[in-house]
């Protein structure tokens, strides 16, 4: 459904307002539903151990779990996705899995199988082939590190790209995989798309080099401690890094970013991982040091019962707030009854705080997800006035070299090619000696498909043939330069 389909569905509706807000009691979708479940106890279904036991990581292993309710040509189209196109190796907890058709399905055979290819949490988690555009599946200007991280590191995994603020990846994997990862070019294990970038330094090594630079760097006082998942370090060592991070005076916000507690919510409730949070959250408090959670939730369906108490039990513990950072994706959330929908759930049942929604970022093969900058704005205009402003998500726009920008905030606009110009006002760590870093524009594309005939005509003659564009099997020295290459392109 186009964004402005779902904006006239929403006219129409009987309260007379374009959005009818209810609240929505949550319910944990019955797993027993699904063939290869049918015997998992309620203490199986609610232990770490057997959820992560019992991920789903092929087509195989999807197969069992769903059993013939869904047909051949979807497992067909899942093979040859994962063969010739997906960009992360497929990793689905039961959890998420079992949030994906969380009804049961009137119908004749073959209605199973058309309700989970339109699947929102499908849709993402489960990409295939017949998804992708076959026009312009990757934008001429899609790049493996689309926002030159890694050519903002300061130290390995330590990106610096704000001026007081530095992201740390502590490790490179997750519990889930999601199709659209921006850290595709290191997040996961290789697919036949993408050979993964690998860390050379050893963990720990990494880690003592992150907590080094943050000594000596007085100017930075917010660390997003991220990955991958922080999820999938052991409990000990992550609460050692943190007790470390607390110590830096300089220090003084912390945001664990973990879409686990979405994906596997399971991991929060254990007792070693809330007792140890409580121990953080306590010694931040001491420290006047803010300790929050971001997590990762893209679609109402996602919010359960566990997934509420893992978030009210971060909260219990001591952690300042919990917050939501979603991605804007065709066919998952791109219209505002479900944003509005996702937050409403979020605030109301789980004490999850909207915070973000990005753009999907300019990844390969991810432009049948994108949407285009108008149509964000749209997005944006609708989302207004109906959760409280604390709690209204910023529609955000990771533009390349610039960081997030408000999708209000662009300088210039091309609506016929799809180019949006923005500036910035400060320089990242790679621009210490550029002197028009603040006065230059930078740009970002939206989806060809998206423009007029003169815009897509435009495209098709200047960039169709650009070299390069899909070679992505690229080892990490060839990677660097692809970036390079591409900074080089989007300068012309
Ligand atoms: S949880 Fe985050 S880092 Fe991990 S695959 Fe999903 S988007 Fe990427």
């Known amino acids: 459904m ?29 797993w027993t539903r699904f063939p290869g479940w049918r015997d998992v106890t309620a203490a ?11 991920c789903v990581k092929n087509v195989r292993q999807l197969r069992e ?49 058309d309700a989970f290819y339109a699947d929102p949490i499908r849709v993402y988690m489960l990409p295939v082939l017949s998804d992708r ?50 850290r595709m070019d290191l997040v996961g294990t290789s697919t036949p ?24 760097s007085p100017q930075v006082r917010d660390v997003v401690v991220s990955g991958g998942d922080v999820a999938n370090m052991p409990w000990p060592r992550l609460e050692a890094f943190l007790t470390e991070l607390l110590a830096i005076e300089n220090i003084r916000d912390i945001r664990l970013a973990t879409k686990a507690l979405i994906g596997l919510p399971q991991h929060w409730l254990q007792g070693e991982v809330v007792d140890g949070v409580g ?19 893209n679609h109402a369906q996602s919010v359960t019962p566990l997934v509420a108490k893992a978030a ?20 998952v959330n791109a219209d505002p009854h479900a944003l509005l929908d996702l937050c409403f759930r979020l605030l109301d049942e789980a004490r999850i705080m909207p915070y973000y929604f990005y753009l999907c970022d300019m990844i390969p093969f991810a432009e049948h997800w994108r949407i285009s900058v108008a149509d964000a704005q749209r997005l944006q205009h609708h ?7 604390f709690a209204t998500p910023r529609i955000v726009c990771d533009v390349p070299f610039v960081g997030k920008r408000w999708v209000q905030q662009l300088a210039d606009y091309d609506h016929e090619r799809g180019i949006s110009y923005w500036t910035k006002n400060y320089r990242t760590s790679i621009e210490s000696g550029d002197a028009d870093a603040l006065s230059r524009t930078y740009a970002y594309y939206d989806p060809i498909h998206t423009l007029p005939e003169a815009g897509r005509a435009w495209w098709a003659d200047e960039h169709g043939a650009l070299p390069g564009r899909l070679d992505l099997n690229l080892d990490a020295a060839a990677a660097a330069e692809a970036s390079r290459r591409t900074a080089a392109l989007q300068a012309y």
């Open 312 to 331: 009210g039990g971060l909260l219990d513990a001591g952690v300042r707030d919990v917050r939501n950072q979603g991605v804007l994706l065709n066919g």
């Open 133 to 182: 555009r076959t026009d312009w599946a990757s934008h001429p200007f899609a790049a493996r590190d689309s926002l030159h991280e890694h050519e903002m590191w300061a130290t390995e995994g330590l990106t610096h790209r704000y001026p007081t603020k530095v992201l740390a990846e502590l490790l490179p994997t997750c519990p889930q995989y999601c199709g659209h990862c921006t």
């Open 279 to 297: 121990r953080v959250a306590q010694l931040a408090r001491s420290r006047g040091v803010s300790l929050a959670v971001h997590t990762h939730a």
């Open 2 to 30: 186009s964004i402005e389909t779902s904006i006239a569905r929403l006219v129409e509706d009987a309260t007379g307002q374009p959005y009818p807000y209810r609240r929505h009691e949550l319910v944990e979708p019955d």
């Open 44 to 54: 199986e279904w609610e232990s770490a151990q057997w959820q992560r036991s019992h």
């Open 193 to 216: 798309t993408i050979e993964k970038l690998k860390f050379v330094a050893k963990p720990n090594d990494r880690l003592a080099d992150m907590l080094d630079y943050l000594r000596r």
């Open 383 to 389: 989302i207004m006035g109906y959760l409280p402003g």
């Open 65 to 113: 779990v769903l059993g013939d309710q869904v047909d051949d040509r979807f497992f067909a189209d899942l093979e040859r996705d994962q063969n010739e196109r997906a960009t992360m190796s497929m990793l689905v907890p039961p959890q998420m899995l079992n949030t994906m058709v969380p009804y049961v399905v009137p119908g004749a055979a073959g209605a199973w199988t």
